[in-house]
């Protein structure tokens, strides 16, 4: 299942206008014997925010390395931004890291001051930029602080304010939440939206689900480096059964498992320690029959709307599992 909504251009201003912010044409790239991108093709719309979501070893982090040029493909094309690849282009683009990449000797404004620099700013610009981006994201009164001090929320909104001092086109962000509490999650993609009511392309890397539905126009589903599926995300749930319903049971539910996997109007069941995970045509009659079944054997019930997890699911086979310790697209590695 590919989604396709460009639109067709209508005169050379119509298509400078939909210009995709980013092409990616047949991409390839391995880590010695693992395939990492397997022939990818993509176009992330300019203005937008386009989210590419699969689980760890899916490619995400590998092909933003690509864009930033931290890597090199095997094969295929990328344009961003309406050109090939190169140094000068980066100017046009801010990162924000999977990982904190702040130097912890240095204050805030100072990690500023320096990214003004790289990017050949005038400091009086710079200084005027950096004031006016610290008290955008609240770190005007922390100005002074070394970068140590700060709360994990701080710190990714420090490294947003500098990927935004030289005012990209596009922003590339690998995981921009995580490890980050309810609270600085929200305050974080408020200035990811200001960002992006502005003007600017944001491309997200995650295997959050929820952030993915929430925020991401258009979704790429990913897995072994391949497009499985790519729309916004109401037209990828379309077709899927109505409701999800979570089980927990009190024993193993294998059994049970077995015995919803071959009623008509059940799609697909996952199994995850004593919990099940149930996609149906509708929650009533399918919470009748399994509770005449063997409703003393189950804890408890929770009725939820279906996912972008229950598409991946039904697609691919797998679930998008938790992040764990390093970099799923096996950059660690190297």
């Not at 100005?143 to 490294?159: F, I, N, P, Q």
């Not at 689900?209 to 729309?231: I, K, N, P």
């Not at 408890?300 to 998008?320: C, M, N, P, R």
């Amino acid at each position: 299942m590919k989604l396709s909504t460009t639109p067709a251009a209508t005169s050379p201003t119509a298509e400078a206008a939909t210009t995709p912010a980013v092409e990616i044409d047949d991409l390839r790239y391995s880590y010695g014997d693992r395939t990492a991108l397997d022939g990818l093709s993509l176009r992330i719309p300019a203005g937008s925010i386009f989210g590419l979501l699969g689980p760890n070893g899916s490619g995400k982090s590998t092909l933003l390395g690509i864009l930033i040029g931290r890597r090199q493909a095997a094969s295929g094309s990328v344009r961003a931004l309406g050109e090939p690849l190169s140094t000068r282009l980066r100017s046009r683009m801010g990162i924000v890291f999977q990982e904190p990449s702040l130097d912890a000797t240095m204050t805030v404004r100072e990690t500023m001051h320096l990214q003004g620099r790289l990017f050949g700013q005038p400091r009086p610009a710079t200084v005027r930029e950096a004031n006016r981006l610290l008290e955008r994201v609240g770190l005007a009164e922390r100005a002074s602080a070394m970068t140590a001090t700060l709360s994990g929320g701080m710190k990714r909104r420090l490294e947003l304010a500098r990927a935004l001092l030289p005012r990209p086109e596009l922003i590339l962000l690998d995981e921009p939440t995580l490890a980050l509490d309810p609270d600085s999650r929200q305050r974080l993609w408020q200035h990811l939206l200001e960002a992006n009511a502005d003007g600017c392309t944001l491309l997200l890397a995650t295997n959050d689900v929820h952030e993915a539905e929430r925020y991401c126009q258009t979704v790429a589903l990913l897995d072994a480096g391949r497009l499985v599926a790519q729309g916004e995300p109401a037209e990828l749930k379309r077709d899927l059964r109505h409701d999800a319903v979570r089980i927990e049971w009190q024993h193993d539910p294998a059994s049970e498992a077995t015995l919803m996997r071959a009623w008509p109007d059940v799609g697909h069941v996952r199994v995850a320690g004593r919990t099940t995970h149930v996609t149906v045509d509708a929650a009533s009659p399918f919470l009748t029959r399994i509770f005449q079944q063997s409703g003393d054997r189950i804890h408890s019930v929770q009725i939820e709307e279906s996912t972008l997890e229950d598409v991946y699911f039904q697609l691919v086979g797998k679930a998008i599992a938790p992040r764990a310790e390093g970099d799923g697209d096996g950059e660690q590695a190297e």
